[in-house]
């Protein structure tokens, strides 16, 4: 018999909460940990475990009430090819429970948006403020560490550069120092803040840049390593003009 197929399968449903929540570890036990049984061993065993608390992580930051047993039953009857609710039904509670996660990640990313913003304008402020930084019209920042010489590129032209991304609290999201290797790409080709930048920088030049979410990944971010709404610093060394 063929197990039946729902236009949105909870295995969509279960890849959506993975991919809208990272895995966390449960912080609290319970007294009847010290009674339960030690991890499995195997792989599969440890798999199994790892999805089951990775859902149940996330599920519940969701603020669902789930009936262990029937989410258990419906499992199981998934894999025997069985149901105990018609297809129609199912693909009605399912939809229903994307949407709801999908509201739920959407007020998330939006507290997240409101509070990098409020954060980054006070970041960029006090760094328009210190000395050696320049502000160009656009609200771009940067503040020059080595000069350097010749002819700036134009923004159809490619650079090759080293360069180290940091967020505002430090966190490094991309380096190509770190890669060993420095970056080839077109001038036009990368975000406005490095295009503006890149155009006023000389061969051998080194700067700093402070960049506004406006001018870097705007209010979507860049998952899962730019928060929505963030400003950006860049430490880019341009080594040569292609």
Not at 60 to 80: K, V
Not at 101 to 113: F, G, I, K, N, P
Not at 116 to 145: C, P, Q, W
Not at 186 to 201: F, N, R
Request: glycine share 8%; aromatic share 6%; proline share 5%.
């Amino acid at each position: 018999m063929n197990k039946p197929h729902h236009h949105v399968s909870l295995i969509a449903v279960i890849l959506a909460v993975l991919a809208a929540t990272p895995a966390c570890a449960q912080e609290e036990a319970n007294a009847a940990d010290d009674e339960a049984p030690p991890l499995a061993e195997t792989w599969d065993e440890k798999a199994s475990y790892a999805l089951g608390l990775n859902i149940g992580s996330n599920l519940e930051a969701d603020d669902l009430t789930l009936d262990l047993e029937l989410l258990l039953r419906g499992f199981n009857d998934g894999l025997e090819g069985a149901e105990a609710l018609d297809s129609e039904e199912v693909d009605t509670v399912l939809h229903e429970l994307s949407a709801k996660m999908q509201a739920h990640a959407d007020r998330e990313r939006q507290a997240a948006l409101l509070e990098n913003t409020a954060r980054s304008a006070a970041f960029l402020a006090a760094k328009a403020a210190e000395d050696g930084v320049v502000k160009t019209d656009s609200g771009l920042l940067y503040r020059e560490i080595r000069a350097g010489t010749g002819d700036s590129p134009t923004a159809d032209q490619a650079v090759t550069v080293h360069y180290r991304g940091t967020l505002i609290d430090g966190t490094e999201f991309d380096s190509s120092y770190e890669r060993g290797q420095p970056a080839t790409f077109p001038v036009g080709g990368v975000i406005s803040g490095w295009t503006e930048a890149l155009q006023l920088m000389k061969p051998g030049a080194m700067w700093k840049l402070f960049i506004p979410a406006d001018l870097g990944y705007g209010k979507n971010g860049s998952p899962p390593t730019i928060p929505p709404g963030a400003a950006l610093i860049f430490d880019v060394e341009l080594l040569e003009v292609n």
